[in-house]
């Protein structure tokens, strides 16, 4: 995977959860599967600081904790229109905090989240942009739990509409 479609596949996922955010029906937005799972709206916080963060710690390989707590802590303070904003911008984030790197930085050796030694490529592609498309299948599945049936396939992968029968 080059930088480019990197930077592409995690713009694509921004423009997903954007889309799924926009069918949250907002007086469900303190949904939870079960009590100790996060709600909808503490998971689009959690989207809306995530990605961008990951990508700090891979590209910086910094084991500094307060980096996520700030970011989880600013996350947390957003309401639905906040966070949806700050979700949005990442299409722009992703492009910053990635642009630089080059081909070598992506292959510099680097610790996985198991404490495997990996590279920043594969960190960046097994964390970030697995981690976007995995949170993005939970919320589309909030949204179906929470009575949003009619919404499927396209919705969740191509990010939009079905085309109407």
């Known amino acids: 995977m080059t930088k480019h479609e990197l930077i592409a596949s995690l713009q694509n996922e921004v423009r997903i959860v954007v889309h799924l955010a926009s069918k949250v029906d907002r007086s469900k937005l303190d949904y939870r599967p079960t009590a100790k799972q996060r709600s909808t709206i503490e998971l689009l916080q959690y989207l809306s600081m995530m990605g961008p963060t990951y990508v700090q710690y891979i590209k910086t390989a910094s084991k500094d904790a307060s980096i996520w707590e700030s970011a989880a802590a600013a996350a947390a303070k957003r309401d639905f229109d906040q966070t949806i904003a700050a979700?949005?911008?990442q299409h722009d984030s992703y492009a910053s905090?990635?642009?630089d790197m080059t081909d070598a930085d992506f292959r510099t050796e680097s610790m996985a989240a198991d404490g495997?030694?990996?590279t920043k490529g594969a960190s960046?592609?097994?964390a970030v942009l697995c981690g976007c498309a995995a949170y993005r299948t939970q919320l589309f599945l909030y949204l179906k739990a929470s009575g949003r049936e009619e919404l499927g396939t396209m919705n969740l992968w191509a990010g939009r509409d079905a085309p109407a029968a």
Do not use: M, Q, R
Request: net charge neutral; aromatic share 0%.
């Open 87 to 89: 979700i949005g911008a």
């Open 97 to 99: 905090l990635l642009g």
């Open 116 to 118: 495997s030694t990996t």
């Open 124 to 126: 960046l592609v097994n």
